[in-house]
């Protein structure tokens, strides 16, 4: 009798199991990627100083945001993780890409090389850019907060530093928006750093001009 009744419960899970809706279906996991602005018309900024080459070092993110779980911040000290929802690559490695493609468009006339360069290729400036946040929110934003620096060959530690905190509104309430708008913020960051970039060319062009 105990037999029977244990192969009855055997019998009957096994039927259970064969039918689609019982079963235990493990959700698919989303991969998402940051991207850079492309070679959209109007997007270089002012670029007549001299050709040069621009060194991007590498780039620091907080650690709890290097992650491949997309994160957001749903208050002041929470956060909330995605399992389901995860980044291509760490974002260092995303982010350190995106700031090299993003220079080379804005400033096309410029040699732009991500960290680590050519074997005897000494930059004429190197740019640093440490994350302090690059994160969305339950509220629809991305919020970036950077400081960062360009130097001279040999001289990153006596540069000036420029702090730079932006937010750009999420276009949907998705994760794609959530990946789209990380693409933007950074794009505006870029933009900001070209222009400085642009006018250290232009002073360093006319301290070189001759004299009429």
């Known amino acids: 009798m105990i037999r029977f009744s244990l192969w009855s419960v055997i019998v009957t899970c096994a039927l259970i199991s064969s039918f689609p809706g019982c079963r235990s279906v493990t959700p698919p996991v989303n991969y998402y990627s940051m991207s850079s602005i492309g070679g959209q018309a109007g997007e270089a900024v002012a670029d007549g100083g001299p050709a040069m080459s621009i060194g991007i070092l590498a780039v620091q993110l907080p650690g709890y945001l290097n992650r491949t779980q997309m994160m957001t911040r749903s208050g002041l000290h929470r956060m909330e993780i995605a399992s389901l929802h995860r980044w291509?690559?760490?974002?260092?490695?995303?982010?350190?890409?995106?700031?090299?493609?993003?220079?080379?468009?804005?400033?096309?006339?410029?040699?732009?090389?991500?960290?680590?360069?050519?074997?005897?290729?000494?930059?004429?400036?190197?740019?640093?850019?440490?994350?302090?946040?690059?994160?969305?929110?339950?509220?629809?934003?991305?919020?970036?907060?950077?400081?960062?620096?360009?130097?001279?060959p040999g001289r990153q530690a006596m540069a000036p530093s420029h702090r730079t905190r932006l937010a750009v509104p999420m276009s949907g309430r998705g994760f794609d928006a959530l990946a789209a708008a990380h693409s933007r913020v950074l794009s505006d960051l870029c933009r900001e750093i070209a222009d400085t970039l642009g006018t250290m060319r232009s002073g360093e062009a006319g301290q070189h001009r001759p004299a009429s």
């Open 88 to 152: 291509v690559d760490y974002p260092d490695r995303m982010v350190q890409q995106v700031l090299g493609d993003n220079l080379q468009v804005l400033m096309p006339r410029a040699h732009v090389v991500n960290v680590p360069w050519p074997a005897g290729l000494k930059p004429d400036l190197t740019v640093s850019v440490h994350f302090l946040e690059l994160i969305g929110t339950t509220d629809g934003q991305v919020l970036l907060g950077a400081i960062w620096r360009i130097a001279g």
